[in-house]
């Protein structure tokens, strides 16, 4: 009989509580969020900066939630052989993430931070992983100082790999993130100036990337971005920390070397040396950034001591995810048009990636290249020069026309001849019907800003746009 993800008796240890339910009732997850809870979940009541959970107690036990953690104090509602009392709910979990991460001490668990890419290279690493053997990985984007906790504490005992994001855009917070993950392995993906805001430099950024060596395993290895500016200075904090360092990317001394590449709409072929074995593979998603990532995920299954040949053949599966490149053909009635959802986020390192990804599309399928483009934020008083500066990659990708949203893009969109100007408009709500009127058939249109700039609608209104025009011709 496989044995449950936790018992209550299991939680209560964990979280130090008392419990008058039967200690070896099972419990098979746990949430914070009633609106997902499933049957038999521990709900924990988190106090947030817009709501508090205990306000969700009831909802969790109307959903059939096995257990709440919920501070002392709170009233027992009808249902106090179902309460686990506690100090502080935030601190609660992060003891269960703690508690799950003790008792897999036998699987290999890998740390993933980075200006950019996380969530792609998490997403690369459970493919890659997964031919040899059960892997763990945080969902969606939880790497925050709730969200890893919570992936932590839904890890079952006797995986084989456990993979999480770490994130951030203050210092200091990897540093406790880390302290909860310990891996044995830790990439950083790249260093950008992202949240330049709440950092004086990129080289801040930097020391801040690098506190997920902090808790480092004994023996340990940092995986980080040959290519980039800042892997001199990651490298001296890794070694601070006595870990074993491999490079990625093309340049000369990388130990996951880039050897050759076919960048293609489709996805790339590449070749590589990793860790001295020389490899050829399929990467399904496009985009050299994706390429670049995929070799720190190669190099961390070798290090895992993971099957190197049938991870390279598990990489053909990785495909582009919502809000992240994800590729979307619409019939416009007239012909297609093709829609690159990059919505999730934006920084300078993403924005240029996701641009050089549209110059991929070949112009004999869609003629005419199309970048809807929203502000990247939390960039600080570099955010109106580094909006400008894109200029140079809209040209590069061969961008016919932008069309473009927000206080900081408005100079960008304005540096560009009339020409190649589609249309402007404070907010993205506002934007939507001029981007509905100027593209069509035999478009490509990628759309990419930061979350806070609100893009996703625009991907949605195109969809409904070309439905009901559909629908009436």
């Not at 892997?231 to 920390?241: F, I, Q, S, T």
């Not at 050829?280 to 995920?297: D, E, T």
Request: one cysteine or more; hydrophobic letters at 45%.
């Amino acid at each position: 009989m496989t044995r449950p993800l936790w018992t209550i008796g299991e939680i209560a240890k964990a979280v130090g509580a008392k419990s008058s339910a039967h200690p070896d009732a099972h419990v098979t997850g746990v949430s914070i969020d009633s609106r997902s809870l499933a049957p038999q979940e521990a709900f924990i009541a988190i106090r947030g900066a817009n709501h508090d959970g205990h306000g969700f107690v009831a909802a969790a036990f109307t959903e059939g939630a096995a257990c709440a953690i919920v501070e002392k104090g709170f009233p027992a509602q009808g249902r106090a052989d179902k309460l686990l009392r506690v100090t502080d709910t935030l601190a609660a979990l992060r003891d269960l993430g703690s508690a799950a991460r003790a008792r897999v001490e036998r699987a290999v668990v890998i740390a993933v931070t980075g200006s950019a890419g996380k969530t792609g290279t998490k997403e690369g690493l459970k493919l890659a992983l997964s031919p040899s053997g059960s892997v763990h990985v945080s969902a969606k984007s939880h790497n925050n100082h709730w969200g890893v906790p919570l992936s932590l504490a839904n890890m079952r005992r006797g995986v084989a790999f456990g993979v999480f994001e770490a994130g951030m855009n203050h210092a200091g917070e990897i540093l406790g993130l880390s302290k909860l993950i310990r891996p044995h392995i830790a990439i950083v993906t790249t260093v950008e100036p992202v949240h330049l805001g709440f950092f004086r430099s990129v080289a801040e950024i930097a020391d801040a990337k690098a506190e997920i060596f902090e808790s480092l395993e004994r023996g340990g290895a940092a995986i980080l971005n040959r290519d980039n500016p800042y892997y001199d200075r990651l490298r001296r904090h890794a070694l601070e920390h006595e870990a074993r360092v491999i490079g990625f990317g093309a340049a000369k001394g990388a130990e996951a070397r880039l050897l050759e590449v076919d960048l293609r709409a489709d996805g790339s072929d590449v070749k590589a040396d990793i860790l001295g074995e020389t490899i050829s593979y399929r990467l399904g998603a496009p985009g050299l950034h994706l390429v670049q990532n995929s070799l720190a995920v190669l190099a961390a299954v070798k290090l895992a001591r993971a099957n190197l040949a049938s991870a390279a053949r598990a990489l053909s599966r990785w495909s582009a995810q919502t809000g992240r490149g994800e590729r979307v053909v619409i019939d416009t009635g007239a012909g297609r048009l093709a829609l690159i959802d990059e919505t999730y986020n934006a920084n300078p390192a993403s924005m240029r990636a996701a641009l050089a990804t549209l110059a991929l599309t070949p112009r004999e399928e869609y003629p005419r290249r199309v970048a809807v483009l929203g502000d990247m934020l939390e960039l600080g008083g570099q955010g109106p020069k580094l909006h400008l500066e894109l200029a140079e990659f809209v040209d590069a990708a061969g961008v016919d026309v932008v069309f473009a949203c927000g206080e900081l893009m408005v100079g960008l969109y304005d540096s560009l001849p009339p020409s190649r100007q589609g249309g402007y408009a404070k907010t993205a709500e506002q934007l939507a019907p001029l981007l509905a009127k100027g593209v069509g058939a035999g478009d490509v249109v990628m759309i990419k800003g930061s979350f806070g700039s609100r893009m996703a609608p625009l991907v949605e209104a195109l969809q409904r746009h070309f439905d009901t025009a559909g629908a009436q011709a």
